[in-house]
C-alpha cells in the first residue's frame, strides 16, 4: 500500500507562486511514476503534470506549460509542484497520485492512478 499526503495549499494573488509537496510513505520502493491533479468547483478531474522515477522525463499540461514544474526528492520520497505565474483559473484541489507502473509518456489521465493523496485547496484571487 502507498500513502500519500499533499501539503503546501492556501491563497495567493494573481502573478503569485506557491509549491505544493507530496509525501509518499508505504511501499514507496514500488513507486514508478507520480503525478499532480487538479479539481476545480464543478470540473473534472485533470492532469496537470506527471514524472517516471526511472529517468525523471516528465509531461505537463498545456495550460500549466512554462509555469509549473514537477520534481520529485527521492531521498525524502517527496514530490513538488512548483507553481509560478498563478492565474484564477488555477484555484482547484489539487492531488497527488502514484501509479506501480512506468507510464511513458507519464500519463496525464487519472485511471492510470492507483493511489491518491486527500488533496490540498489553492485558491487564486484576481
Known amino acids: 500500500q502507498i500513502h500519500l499526503a499533499e501539503s503546501g495549499g492556501g491563497s495567493v494573488q494573481t502573478g503569485g507562486s506557491m509549491r505544493l509537496s507530496c509525501v509518499a510513505s508505504g511501499a514507496t520502493f514500488s513507486i514508478r511514476t507520480m503525478a499532480w491533479f487538479r479539481q476545480g468547483p464543478a470540473k473534472e478531474r485533470e492532469g496537470v503534470a506527471a514524472?517516471?522515477?526511472?529517468?525523471?522525463?516528465?509531461t505537463y499540461a498545456d495550460s500549466v506549460k512554462g509555469r509549473f514544474t514537477i520534481s520529485k526528492d527521492n531521498a525524502k520520497n517527496t514530490l513538488y509542484l512548483e507553481m509560478n505565474s498563478l492565474k484564477p483559473e488555477d484555484t482547484a484541489m489539487y492531488y497527488c497520485?502514484?501509479?506501480?507502473?512506468?507510464?511513458?509518456?507519464?500519463?496525464?489521465?487519472?485511471?492510470?492512478?492507483?493511489?491518491w493523496g486527500q488533496g490540498t485547496q489553492v485558491t487564486v484571487a484576481s
Open positions: 497520485a502514484a501509479a506501480r507502473t512506468s507510464l511513458y509518456p507519464a500519463s496525464l489521465l487519472p485511471h492510470a492512478y492507483a493511489y
Open positions: 514524472i517516471n522515477y526511472g529517468d525523471d522525463a516528465s
